[in-house]
């Protein structure tokens, strides 16, 4: 898959019908100039890998457990994400976080299972409103990649993605010296850990993306894509976000 990366992620959105969407995104981009993910409710990713067979767009999970099995009732591992069809997995997204206590050692731990079964992963990361009032937010930011990312990541299954908090479903976008600055910082740290593979990694930005600000944060310094939230879910806006990292 090429570095640049639009990635939807559905939430908890979509049903068998929603299924629609991704005729449409696939009629739309036979042949896409960049990455194409969509990541549906776990109940959906079988069909959709079904659907889209050896298409253009590949299907990811929201999360994943640690562990390859067990008693964990209301998980799935990794291992079945990519029995059902998934090829990516997203790992500590702040939902996630917040929702369910999820720590940078647990993201870190889901983020290694999944690489153990063969997904590639997106990471993410991001501070609060609060954080970002405190100036503390490359600090918290820092810590999270510290934290989150394995030790043995490598750019060809390894992707960062960058989600303010507050960014998020919130239609406040950061403006783009904010993401500058955060993505930046992103690229130092990696480089810093993992030398040229960490050069390699694609980092993401996510938080109200829309098909009419998607230009202006393609074009900010080591943006590689987007994660996107509410715009995935219509293939017309996925469609204008994934034309514009295309023209990037
Ligand atoms: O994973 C996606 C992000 O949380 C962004 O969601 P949003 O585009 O609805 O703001």
Not at 171 to 178: D, E, F, I, K
């Amino acid at each position: 898959m090429p570095r640049k990366l639009a990635a939807g992620n559905w939430k908890m959105h979509g049903d068998g019908a929603a299924l629609a969407e991704i005729d449409a995104l696939m009629a739309a981009h036979p042949s896409p100039g960049v990455g194409i993910l969509v990541c549906p409710p776990a109940t959906l990713i079988h069909r959709m890998a079904t659907r889209i067979g050896g298409g253009p767009i590949a299907v990811g999970g929201q999360t994943c457990h640690p562990a390859a099995q067990g008693a964990h009732t209301g998980d799935i591992s990794a291992a079945m994400l990519a029995e059902a069809g998934a090829s990516h997995v997203i790992v500590g997204h702040s939902e996630r976080r917040a929702d369910h206590g999820e720590t940078d050692a647990q993201v870190r731990a889901q983020a290694e299972a999944a690489l153990a079964a063969g997904l590639s992963v997106i990471v993410c990361v991001g501070e609060t409103e609060a954080e970002r009032d405190a100036d503390v937010t490359l600090e918290v930011v820092g810590g999270q990649l510290a934290g989150s990312v394995p030790d043995d990541a490598r750019g060809a299954t390894v992707t960062i993605a960058y989600e303010p908090v507050w960014a998020i479903g919130t239609g406040r976008v950061p403006t783009p010296a904010q993401i500058a600055e955060v993505h930046t910082a992103i690229r130092a740290h990696l480089a810093d850990r993992f030398g040229l593979a960490g050069a390699d990694m694609a980092i993401l930005y996510g938080g109200s993306v829309k098909p009419g600000n998607a230009a202006e944060i393609f074009a900010v310094p080591n943006v590689d894509g987007a994660l996107v939230g509410g715009a995935s879910l219509k293939a017309a806006d996925f469609s204008a976000i994934i034309a514009a990292l295309e023209a990037a």
